[in-house]
């Protein structure tokens, strides 16, 4: 049989339907070493195919290959573990395969001395044959959260961790493809970051092997959601060899794993600024088109990061990266649309680039995300349009242009997700500057929707809560309102709370709405004076005046009833 081309689906397909398999698998099942190891080599070809794969398990001979791996024979266990890492690629196989004590055993396999050996001895370039196979098998049994937590419970992490250390490419690959598998589990990650492995990872992306690089780069995006490790990352040199990769955009699976190690990177400042030294973000942008979805939901996220930085914003308006940015408004990736309202609001915060997204049109696709269903995409629509609004020449006419636009905002006010809630409170807040825009939305109902929401413990909500009611303040007799639908005392509370931002914006709000006697009666029912004596010492001015002008109100009124009453 191994005269055939056994790698030609014809072959193989020959050997199942004349009931070869069965024949292969039942000399699994001897004690006769030469016939398990004939099988085996026949039957690691052909497992190849997916359609054998599959009657391979449906016959039982996974349950053997489990076994034979206690074999005291290192070929045999060889042949078996990579027998297994083609068997199991699929979730029934992966199973049965953790059910039989599989895990455990192959694991076993990595538990050898040959490790960071250069010149191996004979026994020990068994060994690391041995280690490679198990390394093998346990990469594809990797893909599902109970043979993770298995090989996690086997002692996989720290024999992987030593491995990661070899030189060998061949072994490498499958342990930094298991280890970038389960990095989806936190414990992982955390074993990663705390058993040394960012720094073999790091030094493995410069390797000449891509398959190596795309698991390095790949274990480094999951895991760079931590602060430590993006730290780590960097300390190792990690940014320029991530900054090289970008320049490999025809292999799409390497330019996503390499675009998501970026994006994560750059959630810390101070990796930002050795992207832009090694002209990241320029790349960045020369990427934004004709990529995969998977690979420009990374690539806007990466630059969402990076223009916290005034100067990356800068580069991407001069790189044209804003109306490529812009077009992306119209596609239906929920992760892309999120990240790309993200990036688009951060580029809007400068004038310059506000004129350009305002002239294509990006303020009512971003508005129109405000209908997605999706609450990730409203909250982020929602606050990317509030710098829009900040900053466009003629904001009050930019909005009443966009038909139906109030009214879907204060709608919005009646979402159960507080990240959306606190984002329209905070687009509601630059809205109600304009007074026409403000009638408006008193006209559809914005007073007791954001009253409704006054008895809410989230203190980022609190804050934009209360900014959005100071606003709104100034039409009609929306004080009057905010105080018959009871707001008023619900925001004295949150004068308690550790937050500073949260006490600057419930005293300007308390201070709009003090004009109202009635509302300086349950302010001080309430115990408000207490609470905003001390605020009037802050050094924060805004705060200070909006305290003292609350409390004067508030005496003033005392006063005038007072003299009312005795003359």
Not at 260 to 280: D, L, P, Q, T
Not at 298 to 308: D, K, R, S, T, Y
Not at 335 to 347: E, H, I, P, S
Not at 543 to 564: D, V, Y
Request: glycine share 6%; charged share 20%.
């Amino acid at each position: 049989m191994k005269d055939f081309n056994l790698a030609q689906e014809t072959c193989q397909m020959a050997i199942r339907d004349i009931g070869c398999l069965e024949v292969l698998i039942n000399l699994l099942d001897t004690e006769e070493i030469k016939c398990q190891i004939g099988s085996l080599k026949i039957l690691k070809e052909i497992s190849q195919n997916t359609l054998i794969r599959h009657t391979i398990a449906d016959l039982g001979g996974l349950e053997i290959m489990v076994e034979i791996l206690d074999s005291p024979d290192r070929e045999l266990k060889c042949l078996a573990a990579e027998t297994i890492a083609n068997v199991a690629r699929f979730k029934r196989a992966q199973k049965t395969v953790r059910q039989h004590g599989g895990i455990k055993r192959l694991v076993g396999l990595l538990d050898c001395d040959a490790v960071g050996s250069t010149s191996l001895t004979p026994y020990q370039a068994k060994d690391s044959e041995m280690a490679r196979c198990g390394a093998l098998a346990l990469w594809s049994c990797s893909k599902t959260t109970k043979n993770k937590a298995a090989i996690h419970k086997a002692g996989g992490i720290p024999l992987l961790a030593r491995w990661l250390k070899c030189s060998h490419a061949n072994i490498l690959t499958p342990v930094v493809g298991t280890l970038q598998e389960c990095a989806s589990m936190p414990s992982y990650r955390l074993a990663i970051k705390t058993e040394g492995m960012i720094e073999y990872l790091v030094k493995n992306l410069s390797s000449e092997h891509v398959e190596l690089q795309m698991h390095c780069a790949s274990a480094i995006f999951k895991c760079a959601e931590d602060k430590e490790t993006r730290d780590l990352v960097r300390q190792h040199g990690g940014l320029q060899p991530l900054s090289v990769l970008l320049a490999n955009s025809e292999n799409k699976q390497l330019l996503a794993a390499v675009t998501g190690a970026v994006w994560k990177c750059a959630i810390s400042e101070e990796n930002v600024a050795k992207f832009r030294e090694y002209k990241v973000i320029e790349t960045l942008v020369g990427l934004l088109t004709d990529q995969p979805e998977e690979v420009l939901v990374n690539i806007v996220g990466a630059l969402g990061e990076c223009c916290q930085e005034t100067v990356n914003r800068s580069t991407i308006r001069r790189c044209e990266g804003i109306p490529r940015l812009v077009k992306l408004l119209t596609g239906t990736n929920q992760a892309l649309l999120v990240n790309v309202a993200k990036t688009l609001g951060a580029c809007a915060t400068e004038p310059g680039s506000m004129i350009i997204i305002d002239h294509l049109d990006g303020v009512r696709l971003l508005w129109s995300l405000l209908k997605n269903p999706n609450p990730d995409i409203q909250a982020s629509a929602a606050w990317a349009i509030c710098p829009c609004i900040d900053n466009a020449k003629d904001a009050g006419e930019m909005v009443r242009s966009l038909v139906g636009g109030l009214e879907l905002v204060v709608n919005l006010l009646k979402s159960k997700n507080k990240e959306v809630l606190a984002s329209v409170c905070g687009a509601i807040t630059n809205i109600a500057k304009d007074e026409e825009n403000l009638a408006v939305l008193t006209d559809h109902g914005v007073v007791p929707l954001l009253s409704k929401l006054a008895n809410t413990n989230n203190d980022k909500l609190r804050c934009h809560l209360a900014e959005a009611i100071s606003n709104c303040c100034m039409w009609g007799r929306n004080r009057a309102a905010f105080g018959e639908s009871n707001a008023v005392a619900p925001l004295v509370r949150y004068l308690r709370s550790n937050d500073p931002s949260v006490h600057r914006a419930t005293a300007q709000a308390l201070y709009q709405l003090s004009e109202d006697p009635n509302n300086c009666i349950t302010m001080h029912e309430n115990g408000v004076v207490k609470l905003l004596l001390p605020m009037i010492g802050s050094t924060d001015e805004t705060l200070q005046e909006a305290a003292a002008g609350c409390i004067a109100n508030i005496r003033r009124l005392a006063l005038a009833t007072e003299k009312a009453m005795y003359g």
